[in-house]
């Protein structure tokens, strides 16, 4: 017997399905054999940006044979709604269309291409009406998707006008589509007494079983959503799959069979949301030295046709507005635009990564403006005793470990020695530019809207010791399922290979929220630590009763459970309890403590903690073709004490190279009718293998618990890395200043592809003549 537990908290163990993925045994909902009579769905989409529908005749696609159904708004029974804060967000559109790709009918037949080929049979006419298609018309038009938003702390305008240096400038930064390499997909297994069973790739099973309830006018009860795993997600199987699935049991209702619907990878990218595009206008007031002393910033966010998450997604970025700094005196305006384009959605990072952007690109200017090194500009402006460290939503960083991470990567990234480096191969190299970066995050954890912070979980013991374990978290390759296997396995001491891992059913976890917001291992592992403590509880009260000892005599380790001087393996003393009627099973829940958000008075703790990261990058820069490559990257990142480090380590490898992907090569055009151009991988890059760093160090902060009591002091990790992929950002803002010869402070966008790097460059040369 090993000296303790295989698997338990704290160890490197792969993926529970690793290996599956890789040999392709990994059961997706594509995979699930079907049931005889099992139909297959396809949902016809808008052509138009913003029209009334006149007319819909479907005639002569019902004409063909193997065309079972067809069915619009009119034909659900219960509500046309899905929308996750506001109503009005129609699962088929009524009447009116708001953008290109918007769903309006669905089409059933024997298979999937029959069912694509009827829905081009199927006529529409429109009456077309003057669409709004962006950021900036929907500012002048104020048309907004909610309320406005804004925090406010000191006073902004008179710092700024008191400051000594002011700047005022814009940045637009792009949206970003998910690209998870399953699409959307759903299928609906119809039951006795209008039972329904849903398989979901979604992210929130138990809000996808209350929209599908609602559309067939059923209770909740009745409807069981399930899924084992997503092959990918990123926020977008957040909200987005309740239409999918919707549809589908709609369907499956109608015909009295299973219907299947698997969106194709152009039509997931046309009628599904993406990251939100936004566009930033500051005005900043600043000391000599490059304190900031006011900030006034708006920030506009395109969140297309109805709300969706944006009030959600908006808030956060306003909150993230901050980063590290301290900003004594700020006013940070929000505005949720309306346009008719795709309903923008959650996204890895969900309006953090924008808020972040704004004001690293602001203490750039600054220090561009000044002549001095941003990294200079970003110490004197950080949270501190000088500075304080009450944020613009009036929240105290209570843990703020960042400046002990900034050193240590200053220092292993050679980062001074390296400035002088670049700047001597510039001096001598006409044509290849290099420049440097080091940026920090500050990111804040919990779900804004304060009741989104609670699991369940449910535990069985069978009498052979073999554990059963669900919650409400659903995988999606983050490996959240390991990570609570490895709690429950810490918790009773047995290797974890006896903890028996089930997909996430809303049958067994009711009421959960979505695996979102970097809270999945918080909750879920919390809920079912309290499962497991519930059950050790009763054979613990159980032992000392049976075997007269006193309860510190009783001791779970290593597979095995010592009562005082006797010694039984974990099997045998379950199998004695069971025999002696002692409940083996347990439901289990978790809230988060402290957090709250006075919305009306913009403050409060909207989040239970902070995790921080660091990164220098390094990047080399064509000035003929402005294409360039990533040189180097050195990444401290901290997640408390680490449930599983390796889990963890490619959690920030993933989300910095998705970051970098974000904000240097994903592009989303639109054409002027409001139509998606870029909806396929031939048109739309993401990173690959070939865009990781050529020198790619990467480490966890080691003896860094957490100091709120979140499960084993760990903590999240799945989105706050993804903003270290900004530091990229700017060091080809610093390569292109240099291939321009240029020392002021000027605007740069995201991405910044090649095209818009070339562009750049030409209008900096211009500028400095």
Known sequence: MSEKILGGVGEHIPHDSAYKHVSGEAVYIDDIPLAEGTCHGYILMSEKAHAKILRIDP??????????????????????ECGAIFK???????????????????????????????????????????????????????????????????????????????????????????????????????????????????????????????CLNQDINSIIVEIRRMGGGFGGKETQPAIIAACAALMSQRLGRAVKIRVCRDDDMIMTGKRHNFLIRYKVGFSDKGEIEGLDMLLASQCGNVADLSSSILD????????VYALKNAELRGYPCKTNTVSNTAFRGFGGPQGMVAIEQIVDEIARYLGKDPLEIRKVNLYSKERGFTTPYHQEVEDFIFPEMLAEVEQSSSYHERVKEIAEFNEKNAYVKRGLALTPVKFGISFTTAFLNQAGA???????????????????????FTKVAQVVAQEFQVDVERIKITATTTAKVPNTSATAASSGSDLN????????????????????????????????????????DKVLSFSDFVNAAYHDRVSLSSTGFYKTPKIYYDRENSRGRPFYYFAYGCCASEVELDVFTGEYRFVRSDILHEVGNSLNPAIDLGQVEGAFVQGVGWLTMEELVWNQQGSLMTHAPSTYKIPTCRDIPEDFRVKLKPDCENREETIYRSKAVGEPPFMLGISVWLALKDAVGAAADYKGAFQFDAPATPEAILMKIRELKTRGR
């Open 59 to 80: 005639s002569k696609a019902l004409k063909l044979e193997g065309v079972y159904d067809f069915a619009t708004a009119a034909d659900i029974p219960g509500k046309n």
């Open 88 to 214: 009005g967000e129609p699962i088929l559109a009524d009447g009116l269309v708001e953008y290109v790709g918007q769903p309006i009918a669905v089409i059933v037949a024997q298979s999937h291409e029959l069912a694509s080929r009827a829905a081009t049979l199927v006529e529409v006419e429109y009456e077309e009406l003057e669409p709004v298609l962006s950021i900036e018309e929907a500012l002048e038009k104020e048309s907004y998707v909610a309320p406005t938003h804004s925090l406010k702390l000191g006073d902004a305008a008179a710092a700024i006008e008191n400051s000594s240096n002011k700047l005022e400038g814009e940045l637009v930064m792009g949206g970003q589509d998910h690209f998870y390499l399953e699409g959307q997909i759903a299928m609906a297994v119809p039951g006795e007494d209008g039972d329904m069973l849903v398989y979901s790739s979604t992210q929130h099973p138990s809000e996808v079983q209350y929209f599908v309830a609602e």
């Open 525 to 564: 592992g919390k809920a079912a630590q309290n499962a497991a403590l519930k059950i050790k509880e009763r054979l613990v009260a159980w032992a000392c009763a049976n075997y007269k000892v006193k309860e510190a005599q009783v001791k779970f380790e290593n597979s095995q459970v010592h009562i005082g």
């Open 458 to 480: 449910l535990i069985h013991i069978y009498k052979d010791g073999s554990i059963h374990l669900n919650h409400g978290g659903t995988e999606m390759g983050q490996g959240l």
């Open 316 to 323: 956060r970025a306003l909150f993230h507005s901050d980063n």
